[in-house]
Nanobody
Framework: QVQLVESGGGLVQAGGSLRLSCAAS????????MGWFRQAPGKEREFVAA????????YYADSVKGRFTISRDNAKKMVYLQMNNLKPEDTAVYFC??????????????WGQGTEVTVSQ
């Protein structure tokens, strides 16, 4: 069983930055690939970024590539999402997820409760 708790969301102006954090409770945290997803109001949840078990590989949705960076610290059981040059269209609830290497929701059986990010004009 894995419990995930996100933090770091908030209100930021367009062009600003935020760093999201996700704390995991799993005993074997480095057995899981980690992902970030987001869900904007009235829209379906979408993939944002994923990182491999070791942290050696990562990939991103085209919409965030070059602006967002996913990282992990296996010793601390933490995953991060550094978000730079934020745009109003990045406004969403952001979810941390643990599971297999992939970009589909069904690849990740464990989910946090989400943290809200609002980007103003």
């Amino acid at each position: 069983q894995v419990q995930l708790v996100e933090s770091g969301g908030g209100l930021v102006q367009a062009g600003g930055s935020l760093r999201l954090s996700c704390a995991a409770s799993a005993r074997t945290f480095n057995n899981y690939a980690m992902g970030w997803f987001r869900q904007a109001p009235g829209k379906e949840r979408e993939f944002v970024a994923a990182i491999s078990r070791s942290g050696g590989s990562s990939y991103y949705a085209d919409s965030v590539k070059g602006r967002f960076t996913i990282s992990r610290d296996n010793a601390k059981k933490m995953v991060y999402l550094q978000m730079n040059n934020l745009k109003p269209e990045d406004t969403a609830v952001y979810f941390c997820a643990a599971g297999e290497w992939g970009q589909e929701s069904h690849d990740y059986p464990y989910w946090g409760q989400g943290t809200e990010v609002t980007v103003s004009q």
